[in-house]
């Protein structure tokens, strides 16, 4: 914020989700500093006009967070609410992510209006997920499935499937908690069967690296516990030199002060999963993130995404 401008603005990106995570912000904005301006400023980026093509195809880091970095650097906003999965590891100068909010639940949803379960699936089931990482693993658990492409935001998605086009699809279960759909959520697929994403479910907060008047405001969203699992889950992510759409899985959970960290690198096919888990201190949360991800690559990880990065 400048001294100027009392009104603290958020970009935003258009879907439901995001305008809902920015409510979130903007909400506890007002709760935290009673008197406070907040302003939504929503606006498209390159990867909501995107929709015809698989995302792994398009390439490019940051495709959903460009345009409300420049509006930031630019000065037509002040923060910017992100997913923490669909953050890049790394940022723009005069740009910083400052704060991490508390987690939803973690764990990928499966949805399907017939149908229970990845295990009740009938031979040969459609089902449709865009992930390379929920695709590689569940084609581990069922190869004899047909796992097909499936874009669009989160309602798109479920339209697709309520049409027929899918008998079950694959969405993070904290968009629809979020969402006030969790009644889609036909069962919770558990970190065993399908290893969640890098920082899912948890929601950042970027904002200028110069402006200290909205780091003071920020500073009461933070959640600690939350801060030290993203961090060790990004610090993997980065040494395996991994964007959002890689087959790669990633995640923390803390104990007291005890971290445990699990990582899961795929071939597409899910002809080859590699897994590995570290403990440790949660002080050393980066520490062990860089840890799992050279433990992966001595498992031969390198090999598995080079290909990866060949095919797309
Ligand atoms: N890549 C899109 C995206 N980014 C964040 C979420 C869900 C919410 C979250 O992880 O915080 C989703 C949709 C999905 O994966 O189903």
């Known amino acids: 914020m400048t001294s100027s401008s009392q009104i603290l ?11 809902w995570q920015a409510e979130f912000v903007k909400a506890q904005l007002e709760i935290h500093h009673p008197g406070i301006e907040v302003e939504l400023v929503p606006m498209s980026t390159q990867g909501d006009k995107i929709l015809d093509t698989p995302l792994a195809k398009i390439g490019g880091k940051g495709l959903f ?34 704060t991490i909010c508390e987690r939803e639940d973690p764990r990928d949803a499966f949805v399907s209006n017939h149908f229970d379960s990845i295990d009740a699936l009938p031979q040969g089931a459609i089902v449709g997920t865009s992930s390379l990482r929920r695709q590689c693993q569940i084609r581990a658990l069922r190869p004899d499935l ?9 309602n798109t998605r479920l339209a697709k499937l309520d049409e027929g086009q899918y008998d079950a699809i ?20 558990s970190p065993e069967q399908s290893l969640p994403a890098n920082g899912q479910g948890a929601v950042g907060i970027e904002c200028r690296s110069d402006d200290s008047a909205t780091k003071a405001l920020l500073v009461a969203l933070e959640h600690h516990e939350t801060r030290i699992r993203v961090l060790a889950e990004r610090a993997m992510n980065r040494r395996l030199e991994g964007g959002c759409q890689v087959p790669i899985g990633a995640f923390a959970e803390v104990s007291g002060s005890q971290l445990t960290l699990r990582g899961l690198v795929g071939a597409v096919d899910g002809s080859e999963i590699l897994r590995d888990q570290v403990n440790g201190a949660c002080d050393d949360a980066e520490k062990l993130g860089i840890e799992l991800a050279e433990k992966l690559l001595a498992q031969g990880a390198d090999t598995i995404l080079q290909a990866v990065y060949k095919d797309a």
């Open 9 to 19: 603005r958020i970009a935003t990106r258009k879907s439901a989700l995001a305008l």
């Open 65 to 98: 967070v460009k345009e409300l970095e420049q509006a930031m650097l630019e000065g037509r906003a002040d923060i910017a609410v992100h997913s923490m999965k669909d953050v890049p590891v790394e940022f723009p100068d005069g740009l910083e992510l400052h």
């Open 146 to 154: 047909d796992i097909r492409d499936l874009r669009g935001n989160v």
């Open 170 to 189: 694959i969405l993070a279960a904290a968009g629809l908690i979020r969402l006030e759909m969790p009644e889609r959520i036909a069962s919770f697929i």
